[in-house]
């Protein structure tokens, strides 16, 4: 089993930038992805972007080019750089962890972060 606890949400106005961090333990040797979601109130779950133990990024199109995601495996830390933030980016933010190859980039990954909440006016 992996625990996922996400940091780094706070307040920030529009334009401004963000980095969210999601720690993992337990059983991590064996994490092949981990991906990044959001959910605003009352609206459904959707993916933000993911990395692969290769290294290899994917962004949904509304953040690409403003958030980028990154890995510290040495610290089993995955990071969400985000920049020029909008009041639709707005939201809690999960992140979620795979050892299957066919869960990444879907919202079937096994484990799941608590979330953190990201609020931009």
């Known amino acids: 089993h992996v625990q996922l606890v996400e940091s780094g949400g706070g307040s920030v106005q529009a334009g401004g930038s963000l980095r969210l961090s999601c720690g993992a333990s337990?059983?991590?040797?064996?994490?092949?992805?981990m991906q990044w979601f959001r959910q605003a109130p009352g609206t459904e779950r959707e993916r933000v972007g993911g990395?692969?133990?290769?290294?290899?990024?994917s962004y949904e199109s509304f953040v690409r080019g403003r958030f980028i995601v990154s890995q510290d495996n040495a610290k089993n830390t995955m990071y969400l750089s985000m920049n020029s933030l909008k009041p639709e980016d707005s939201g809690i933010y999960y992140c979620?962890?795979?050892?299957?190859?066919?869960?990444?980039?879907?919202?079937?990954?096994?484990?799941w972060g608590q979330g953190t909440q990201v609020t931009v006016s």
């Open positions: 979620a962890a795979s050892y299957y190859t066919h869960r990444c980039r879907s919202f079937q990954a096994e484990y």
């Open positions: 337990g059983d991590t040797t064996p994490i092949f992805c």
């Open positions: 990395i692969d133990r290769l290294n290899s990024t």
